[in-house]
């Protein structure tokens, strides 16, 4: 694909093509984030990879690069719980 136009609705909100909407499966609330402007034009990205979702196993992955570490978590919080049960 080329290129495809968004169009700016006067409450600033975008409307895309349906082409473009097909080809990147818009769906309204679907966010583009700003990647950089060169002269007159603008390069956007999808924050995500759009996939669909059927269930927990599509999930998988999803946290890979996120410093959240539940197993870490789950482990202070044990150990907090059995501090609180010793006293």
């Given amino acids: 694909m080329a290129?495809?136009?968004l169009i700016v609705k006067d409450d600033g909100?975008?409307?895309a093509t349906p082409e473009l909407?097909?080809?990147l499966r818009?769906?309204?609330?679907t966010r583009l984030e700003f990647v950089r402007q060169d002269g007159a034009e603008f390069r956007f990205r999808a924050p995500y990879?759009?996939?669909?979702?059927?269930?927990?196993?599509d999930l998988e992955g999803i946290l890979a690069d996120s410093p959240a570490?539940?197993?870490?978590d789950?482990?202070?919080e044990r150990l907090a719980?059995?501090?609180r049960d010793a006293q």
């Fill in 3 to 5: 290129s495809a136009a």
């Fill in 13 to 15: 909100s975008f409307e």
């Fill in 21 to 23: 909407k097909k080809v």
């Fill in 26 to 29: 818009m769906e309204p609330g």
């Fill in 49 to 57: 990879e759009m996939r669909e979702i059927h269930g927990w196993q």
């Fill in 69 to 72: 570490d539940p197993n870490r």
């Fill in 74 to 76: 789950l482990e202070q």
């Fill in 81 to 83: 719980e059995l501090k």
